[in-house]
């Protein structure tokens, strides 16, 4: 059983930045690929970005340039800094754990572990 817990949504202008942190508890951390995710009120859960152990990463092509994924496996947290935000950034972010079994994924499916949410929104 893995416990996540996420922290730092707010509210912030267009094109301010975010800072969220994921800790993790229980399981050994380093088997698992961790993901970011969001949900904008009335759409489907997106993907937003994933991390392995490693360091190795996919991002949604939306975030590409303004977001980056951080992991410290010595502490069990994954990180996602925002920068350059836009309205459409509006979402309930959610930090993901999935076993890593060589391919990051982007699809919700793939992750066994949810956090409960951190409400991120950006106004215009």
């Known amino acids: 059983q893995v416990q996540l817990v996420e922290s730092g949504g707010g509210l912030v202008q267009a094109g301010g930045s975010l800072r969220l942190s994921c800790a993790a508890s229980?399981?050994?951390?380093?088997?698992?690929?961790m993901g970011w995710f969001r949900q904008a009120p009335g759409k489907e859960r997106e993907f937003v970005v994933a991390i392995t152990w490693s360091g190795s990463t996919r991002y949604a092509d939306s975030v590409k340039g303004r977001f980056t994924i951080s992991r410290d496996n010595a502490k069990n947290t994954v990180a996602l800094q925002m920068n350059s935000l836009k309205p459409e950034d509006t979402a309930v972010y959610y930090c993901?754990?999935?076993?890593?079994?060589?391919?990051?994924?982007?699809?919700?499916?793939?992750?066994?572990?949810w956090g409960q949410g951190t409400q991120v929104t950006v106004s215009s």
């Open positions: 229980g399981r050994t951390f380093s088997s698992y690929a």
């Open positions: 993901a754990a999935g076993v890593y079994t060589g391919i990051l994924y982007s699809r919700p499916g793939a992750y066994d572990y």
